[in-house]
């Protein structure tokens, strides 16, 4: 890693004098001038005689040069003036300048971390249109939701998610057309007015019928992407007196009535249950819902259901959904942690948690995420003592610090590794781009969505949260290592990291270029890639609050190998099945996330950071965003 250079841009005017080459006329006169023998010569006669005699020369050599030159301009004004005169008077006058000529000065040598912030993605220094570069990519990133949404409306209207390869929908998170939902709110963000009549449409005329026939549904992922994208299409749409992005579509309280019948049902989750833990799947035809055929539920999911409750009570009035989700955070407070750590599964029928296994990979990562944002959502309200929460999700980053963070050989990238059989066995340098999401709430729960400028100059912020900014700093960094360091420039789903006690060759990503090729290794069953917005969703953040524009580089060079390698022409984007290799085999599946968030995310990171601001709104884990009520 490369050390910064020791000039910085206080340096632009200073005097290079060590770098410029100077004269044998400069060399001698300025040793003349600065030397004892300066001092010497002038203290005698001799001496302030040959000065005056050098002077006197000099003067009489300047005029001898102005002198032939206008003779010789005369000359050939008139005619007469010879091609040997002129080159003379030339070679006199070209001599004379370079005796007096002073060297250029070389530019100021930038470190390499000026040279990012001083320059823009291409290269080039701070131009005045660099933010109309930015509205071009934006514009980029919208086209690419239209055209994924041009292949789901075309062969997959009403499924769940498209096959963009066979051009077919299919249906595999309960046939609530979860496609159409998820990407509502992205529509109405970008100003896609015939996308969102589209959808809202769909919704009015389909949706109800759909959650009063449907059988079985996960409670997890019904909740966060289709009542997520209700909530969040209903605030954009100006419920609540929102911010009336859409200007076509339903009624918001259509959006608001569907999502009231859908929690009705998904209530039962709860209800059921002996515990306050609730089951996993939830059957919507007639509101019975039951654990999942091992008994468990992940510790993610119970926990990731409190944003949307939360909100929904808030605007309906009701308050038994917040009621049922806040009883769960309520529960987990109550049972024993490692260093605020909790293994990533849990049963609804004990109200404990299962097995040893610690990880922020799948299963575990957003109750992390949820413990800081239910409390900024909640933080401001008159409803209770919610600080517990924050307590909670402070001293899980103290033990993510000590007990999960390593670094990588040779390059020392920083990771999260995961402990499979608890806190006493072995860590293991496996990091799913799951993970991810954390350098993103990382950076969120320090500054509270503010930007880094205006909390320092707050005073806001602590020693503690400076490091928390600088570890989310130095992971997102990794995270687009993982990105970076493979052939197709896209991030396998998973990524294990070379340390001292693990290492296994002929595992690369296939860039031999990259820096970090030795330091992350990615095993055959790992490579595929979901077009997953973890990366983008931490980018989209740390943008927000360090303005740091390397991240919205990096946001770019991730959607460029988007478009180049995973875009089919038909319509739509597809997962890969090796991200290694080039071209990269199609898995056929386009995940509904893909436009609920990876595309938001991109869209969001490349435009003003005004819109849907941070200290005003909490998104989701699905990208929806719902804004944070005050007293």
Request: one cysteine or more.
């Amino acid at each position: 890693m490369s050390k910064s250079l020791p000039y910085s841009m206080k340096d632009v005017h200073y005097d290079n004098a060590k770098f410029r080459h100077r004269s044998l006329f400069k060399v001698i006169t300025q040793t003349l001038l600065t030397s004892n023998m300066r001092r010497e010569c002038l203290s005698c006669s001799t001496g302030k005689f040959l000065g005056l005699l050098m002077i006197f020369g000099l003067a009489c050599l300047m005029l001898t040069h102005t002198n032939k030159a206008h003779s010789v301009s005369d000359g050939l004004a008139k005619g007469i003036g010879t091609n040997e005169e002129h080159k003379e008077v030339t070679d006199v006058g070209i001599r004379f300048k370079k005796l007096f000529r002073r060297a250029p000065r070389l530019p100021p040598r930038l470190s390499p971390d000026e040279k990012i912030i001083h320059r823009n993605f291409t290269g080039k220094l701070n131009e005045p249109n660099v933010e109309e570069q930015w509205k071009a990519r934006q514009q980029n990133v919208k086209d690419a939701f239209t055209h994924a949404w041009s292949g789901y409306k075309k062969f997959a209207m009403g499924y769940d998610e498209l096959m963009p390869v066979s051009r077919l929908g299919v249906d595999g998170l309960g046939g609530l057309g979860a496609t159409v939902v998820d990407a509502l709110d992205t529509a109405m963000i970008m100003g896609l007015d015939e996308v969102v009549s589209e959808a809202g449409s769909w919704i009015e005329s389909h949706l109800l019928d759909r959650i009063r026939q449907k059988g079985q549904v996960n409670l997890f992922e019904t909740t966060i992407r289709v009542l997520g994208g209700l909530l969040s299409a209903y605030h954009l749409s100006g419920g609540d007196q929102g911010m009336t992005l859409a200007q076509k579509g339903p009624k918001p309280t259509i959006y608001l009535d569907i999502a009231k019948n859908l929690a009705d049902r998904l209530l039962s989750a709860f209800t059921s249950s002996p515990t306050a833990i609730p089951f996993s799947d939830v059957v919507l035809r007639d509101s019975s819902a039951h654990s999942a055929p091992d008994g468990l539920s992940s510790t993610s999911e119970v926990s990731t259901l409190q944003l949307e409750f939360n909100y929904l009570s808030a605007i309906s009035g009701d308050p038994k959904y917040s009621t049922e989700g806040m009883k769960v955070l309520a529960h987990l407070k109550t049972l024993p942690k490692t260093e605020g750590l909790v293994p990533i599964y849990i049963s609804p029928h004990s109200g404990e948690f299962s097995g040893e296994n610690i990880r922020l990979g799948s299963r575990g990562d957003s109750y992390y995420e949820y413990l800081i944002k239910v409390w900024l959502q909640l933080r401001d309200t008159q409803d209770g003592n919610f600080t517990y929460l924050h307590d909670m999700y402070e001293e899980a980053m103290r033990g993510v610090k000590h007990m999960l963070v390593q670094k990588s050989i040779p390059s020392e990238l920083v990771f999260v590794g995961e402990l499979p059989v608890g806190p006493k066995g072995y860590l293991s340098p496996k990091m799913d781009h799951l993970v991810c999401f954390l350098p993103g709430t990382l950076a969120l729960g320090v500054t509270k969505g503010l930007t880094k400028e205006k909390a320092m100059k707050d005073n806001l912020l602590t020693f503690e949260d400076l490091e928390n900014l600088k570890l989310a700093e130095d992971l997102t960094k990794t995270c687009f290592e993982m990105y970076s360091v493979t052939s197709t420039g896209l991030a396998p789903e998973i990524a294990y990291f070379h340390t001292k006690d693990y290492f296994e060759s002929g595992l690369d990503g296939g860039n031999k270029s990259s820096e970090y090729v030795n330091d992350i290794i990615i095993k055959h069953a790992d490579r595929h890639n979901l077009l997953r917005p973890e990366t983008v969703e931490s980018l989209f953040v740390l943008y927000r609050i360090t303005q740091d524009p390397k991240y919205r580089e990096w946001g770019w060079h991730i959607f460029e190998s988007f478009e180049k390698y995973t875009k089919v022409e038909s319509g739509g984007y597809s997962s890969l099945d090796d991200v290694t290799t080039v071209p990269p085999p199609k898995r056929d599946k386009m995940e509904t996330f893909f436009l609920g968030e990876t595309l938001k995310y991109l869209y969001l990171l490349f435009g003003d950071s005004s819109v849907i601001p941070l200290d005003k709104f909490v998104f989701n884990t699905e990208a929806h965003p719902l804004p944070i009520k005050s007293s």
